[in-house]
């Protein structure tokens, strides 16, 4: 009903009052929270200090995000099909290689089977293939050297690496860096200016003298 979650003219399930009676239930719940509509339903049945399902989705859309949230550990929600984040790939393309499958899919509050099916079927990427590479843009970041220098460097090949199309960016083998690598990567940075720093003083930069002539200011070359 579309007017279910008020009480005359008051809106009583608010966001607030959502939030608040999850970290009640979180105190009274003992081990895994209901993450599904069937399981907080049959939890809440006859208790009017507890939302219903549909309030909780209204504002978080999906009980177990609603339970992150609300500060609830990990270890005790699973995400179960809720829908994959860009921020949920990214992680998982980020560590695939330095973490194990099992590790990325508690981080995650996924199951193995969800985050390899995930990783490998849907993005195309098996966590082995994946050992030992960065991308341009994390050892840009580590080094602090220009992210243009690492891919001129690249294609020049000073530095060893190759365009990951699954990914759809520049990788680089940790093992190939040697100490010429690391010592052009630790360059200090280099400007594109090639003249003496401009101190800001107009007249001297430009070899002028200035004098009153008729009690006007007038500049003329030295």
Not at 101 to 130: D, F, K, P
Not at 197 to 212: A, E, I, P, Q, T
């Amino acid at each position: 009903m579309p007017f279910a979650n008020y009480h005359g003219r008051t809106k009583w399930w608010t966001r607030e009052r959502v939030d608040a009676a999850l970290k009640a239930a979180m105190k009274e719940i003992r081990g895994a929270l209901p993450c599904s509509d069937r399981s907080w339903n049959a939890f809440k049945k006859g208790r009017l200090e507890y939302p219903p399902a549909v309030r909780i989705l209204e504002y978080h859309h999906s009980l177990a995000r609603a339970w992150l949230a609300t500060g609830a550990l990990k270890r005790r929600v699973l995400l179960g099909n809720n829908d994959w984040l860009p921020g949920e790939d990214a992680f998982l393309l980020d560590h695939a290689g330095s973490k194990t499958i099992q590790e990325m899919a508690t981080s995650l509050c996924r199951t193995y089977q969800a985050a390899r099916r995930r990783l490998e079927v849907e993005l195309g990427v098996t966590a082995r293939a994946n050992q030992g590479y960065v991308s341009a843009a994390e050892l840009a970041k580590e080094f602090r050297c220009p992210y243009h220098r690492i891919k001129t460097a690249m294609a020049a090949g000073l530095i060893k690496g190759f365009y990951d199309e699954k990914r759809h960016r520049w990788q680089v083998d940790l093992g190939d860096l040697g100490p010429k690598e690391l010592a052009f990567l630790k360059e200090p940075r280099k400007t594109h200016k090639n003249e003496p720093l401009d101190v800001g003083d107009y007249d001297r930069r430009n070899n002028l003298r200035r004098k009153m002539v008729d009690g006007k200011l007038v500049r003329y070359k030295m």
